[in-house]
């Protein structure tokens, strides 16, 4: 294995890929992702094998990438070598799952160092590739993993069931091994309590509804993964265009919750972002979470023209820095919650001065 | 009776006599009052009095005021005449008691035009007289409202009982009649959640400490009343020596409390002014409660040099406006809650820009 270089600093200077402000339409849908599990024909899933076995893996897939050139400039992070912060900090920037995390011999995440593509080695699948877009751009990122994905398929046999499709290690992603989503911000809708209702319909249409970090986290700064739940019994088409319908009426959703808040509720809407921008501009202590929901906030506001002087370029960076990995690597230092909260406050006040 | 001049509409314009900044000191203790009951000789108390005996009664004052000359200009107020806005209007303005807004047929309160004396007449007892002043003045306002007291005893004579002093409808106002008070703020008590003890230890020492509006009322905007609770067994000048030396106490444990806060949890302090003054600055509904809480941090934050474009005069004239009576007696209208919500924001963003 090559040794492991500490490729977060490349990635500290740079936005995030997937929180981009080129668009002129509303921020509610952020952006889009597409991936794939495949596994190893003829191994054992991750979670069985040893950490030689997962050394092996990792070997035949590195190789693979190589040969193919999968990559324009790829980045290599080795998750067991990496510090508790680092790994937050790939979280963070929805490179690596929260599972993935947990830093296991033989994980590794090679990304493309524009980091609109990723493979995760060793995660639960012996291979989970992941592709990433601002806005949604379901079928261009369809297209663009398939031909990833048939590439390292010419040099690795894929474990594969005639009757089933592609095996993978846990049995929700058999078939295609296909998760399609995309991430929702959705202030109006969950400050009209209608969240709840809406996520329960999404979840009979086979769609599931997740927090800003994917599987079992919290609904930080108003914002949602929508996808598909099954894998099996439809085409990879099939699952894009229904997840990208209701991706559709959820963005419709959210806007008539906002026409109708500033119709009925104007005052408890401008309420509501001002005083979420009055604390980002005037705390002295401020938690990750009470930021990111201030932030998301400030985004309704500048989609509705509140604000004057400030852009979404500058608050979508800020969403991204004020998360408690990037906040320490940012400042190169270890933090407890007091002074983490100290320094969050600190760097949002003196980027809203500035 | 003369018909009922509104003399509210002469008091909107002026700032309020008790909430003066022309100290250089700390903000702590607010203003000082001595209040003192008495009756009319052989006379039964207002409460199981006739309309008529009470209207005689306030005919006695009347002409025995005129007659001494008690008021430099006298403003006088017909209660039941008023509205209600009227009357929450001048318990706002510390002129008159929570029981005196019920507004009794023959209630009148007559003021000095400058607000620093009155007479609450059938109140609880026939004669209520209180003096006002910024800053704790107890000996100078003790001088003035016992001359004023002499002059009236020689046109009204008092019940008064050689054993037991000036006779009260209440027994807790018996003896010498008198409630020597300081409205303080406390903040920095309250934050450090030591004012429940320090209340405790006052009233040890025969104190009484209430809210902003006296007794029964919350300790809005972290003010406190601190008075004496007996009147009887000590002359005048023992009370107001020992109210006067709790207060003192009291100032220094405030100080102690900022002094502390600001050593050992600055970031707290910073933020909970910070805080504060984004509220008030950004916010599109405050109900009267939270203005006054918040606008009590940012006099904490003036006395703390936080602040460079604010001054305590600005601060001080907004703790009157926001109330809910000054609020609708400036715009001239009546408003329920979410109106009035919205509107004393209103006021409070505009006054905070200019």
Redo the contacts between chains.
């Keep these: 294995m090559k040794s492991n270089f500490d490729n977060t600093g490349i990635l500290i200077k740079k936005p995030v890929a997937w929180l981009s402000a080129d668009s002129t339409e509303p921020q509610i849908a952020i952006s889009s992702r597409i991936r794939l599990a495949r596994n190893i024909a003829n191994l054992k899933f991750p979670i069985t094998s040893s950490d030689n076995e997962r050394d092996y893996i990792l070997e035949i897939i590195s190789g693979a990438c190589d040969k193919v050139h999968l990559f324009n400039e790829k980045l290599s992070f080795n998750m067991s070598q990496l510090s508790q912060i680092e790994r937050k900090f790939l979280l963070e920037r929805h490179l690596v799952s929260r599972e993935f995390c947990s830093g296991n011999k033989g994980s590794s995440l090679f990304i493309d160092s524009d980091e609109s593509f990723g493979l995760m080695i060793n995660e639960e699948d012996h291979l989970r590739m992941q592709i990433f877009s601002p806005g949604i751009k379901f079928k261009a990122l369809w297209e663009n993993i398939s031909q990833k994905e048939s590439l390292l398929n010419n040099e690795i046999p894929f474990a594969f069931d005639s009757k089933l499709g592609f095996l993978t290690s846990c049995p929700t992603n058999i078939g295609t091994g296909i998760r399609v989503s995309a991430m929702l911000s959705l202030p109006a809708l969950t400050l009209s309590t209608q969240i709840n209702q809406i996520i329960y319909a999404t979840g009979k249409l086979g769609m599931t509804v997740r927090g800003l970090y994917g599987e079992g986290s919290e609904a930080l700064g108003y914002i949602y993964q929508l996808s598909n739940q099954s894998t099996l019994g439809e085409n990879e088409e099939e699952i894009i265009g229904r997840v990208g319908s209701t991706v559709n009426r959820m963005i419709q959703h959210e806007l008539d919750a906002r026409t109708l808040l500033i119709q009925n509720r104007r005052?408890?809407l401008?309420?509501f972002i001002?005083?979420s921008?009055?604390?980002m501009?005037?705390?002295?202590?401020?938690t990750e979470k009470e930021a990111l929901n201030a932030l998301s906030a400030i985004r309704m506001g500048l989609d509705l023209n509140m604000f004057d002087s400030l852009d979404m370029e500058k608050v979508n960076a800020l969403f991204v820095m004020v998360q408690d990995a990037h906040l320490q690597k940012c400042l190169r230092k270890e933090l407890k919650p007091?002074e983490l909260?100290?320094k969050r406050?600190e760097l949002i006040r003196k980027f809203l001065i500035n």
Tied chains: 1, 2.
């Design positions: 005052d408890f401008s309420d001002g005083r921008y009055a604390i501009r005037h705390s002295y202590l401020i007091p909260d100290a406050a």
